[in-house]
Nanobody
């Protein structure tokens, strides 16, 4: 059974940086991504990285967040810089053997989520 486990959530001041990690129980996912869900909001796409290293970002985080993968460690990262209070959300790791990147339905596997709170 595939498992994804996020870590690294916490409380950060606005303007600060933070890094999330996601460890997968197996390799070779075509695409791995990050989504987030703010209180009362929908789960939204944040960033994705394909097996070939191509990346995709939501406009709201482009230039501030960086997604990366270390397939030797079955781990994906989300480096978040210049954090804003509106980045406060539960962040979810997701993975798929498909090829889509932005839609929730593109992904078959999800982590349990990790809370990131950005204080102003």
């Amino acid at each position: 059974q595939v498992q994804l486990v996020e870590s690294g959530g916490g409380l950060v001041q606005a303007g600060g940086s933070h890094r999330l990690s996601c460890v997968a129980s197996r390799r070779t996912f075509t695409v791995m991504g990050w989504f987030r869900q703010a209180p009362g909001g929908e789960r939204e796409f944040v960033a994705a990285c394909t097996w070939s290293g191509s990346t995709d970002y939501a406009e709201s985080v482009k230039g501030r967040f960086t997604i990366s993968r270390d397939d030797a460690k079955n781990t994906m990262y989300l480096q978040m810089n210049s954090l804003k209070p509106e980045d406060t959300a539960v962040y979810y790791c997701a993975a798929t053997w498909g090829h889509g990147t932005r839609a929730r339905n593109d992904y078959q596997y999800w982590g349990q989520g990790t809370q990131v709170t950005v204080s102003s």
